[in-house]
């Protein structure tokens, strides 16, 4: 019963994440908070909506991933200069849309296929290194119960750095937290996508792509992310037609 509990909690803490992060990133883009403007305290917003610390700063991260806002250690919580970037307004109306989630992983393929190949034949020893660990540490809060979404980008930005072109990282970054449905902060991290035999599976597609990068096989390495890519559209149009 407590670990059904627990599973429900989780449930709905992304839901009311979302919320809070909508709302603000709305009062953001209707000017109500400009560039450079300090946003009220954790506390503070904690009052305001009414939910917990957790729900807030998952929110506050959704914000940060998508490069809306800036938390400043010692300083508090800003708006970001670019909060009103093309990619930024990809997370305005129409987020929580299947079809969106299916343009997202459009884009990833065309990104992420070509990294996996170029960090197959460039990465270092030490961008090996830490491919392997945030695999190992997907696998690690998997096993725990915990959400594995920030380790899943974590993996998959550590693939893109390992390119040695900046602008791969830096695409991945700006797409943020829409880039791993099972983010906690992800608008498409519903409870069907946060199962554990579903990012269990995740895991062997990474383990897919890890190994071939550090068997230095490009063809194979983009193989293993087309196959990744491709499984988690596959489940997506189900989705959709599930709604229709």
Request: glycine share 8%.
């Amino acid at each position: 019963m407590a670990l059904q509990e627990a599973g429900a909690e989780r449930a709905r803490k992304p839901k009311l994440a979302l919320v809070v992060a909508e709302t603000l990133r709305q009062r953001i883009g209707a000017g109500e908070f400009v560039p450079g403007a300090k946003l009220p305290s954790e506390a503070k917003l904690t009052s305001v909506f009414g939910v917990s610390r957790t729900v807030i700063r998952e929110a506050i991260a959704a914000l940060a991933a998508d490069g809306i806002v800036e938390p400043r250690q010692g300083a508090g919580l800003y708006v970001m200069a670019n909060a009103a970037s093309t990619f930024s307004a990809l997370g305005g109306a129409g987020t929580h849309k299947i079809s969106v989630a299916l343009n997202v992983l459009e884009v990833r393929m065309g990104i992420e296929i070509e990294a996996a190949g170029l960090a197959a034949v460039r990465r270092s020893s030490s961008q090996e290194a830490e491919m392997r660990e945030t695999f190992n540490e997907f696998g690690r809060l998997l096993e725990q119960g915990t959400p594995t979404g920030r380790t899943d980008f974590a993996f998959h930005r550590s693939i893109a750095s390992a390119t040695n072109n900046p602008f791969y990282l830096e695409v991945l970054e700006a797409l943020g937290s829409r880039t791993i449905p099972c983010d906690v902060a992800s608008p498409w991290g519903t409870e069907s996508v946060l199962t554990y035999d579903y990012q269990a599976g995740l895991h062997e597609e990474h383990r897919a792509i890890l190994n071939a990068i550090c068997d230095q096989n490009e063809d194979a390495a983009r193989e293993a992310m087309r196959d990744h890519l491709s499984r988690s559209q596959q489940r997506y149009r189900q989705r959709l037609d599930e709604q229709n």
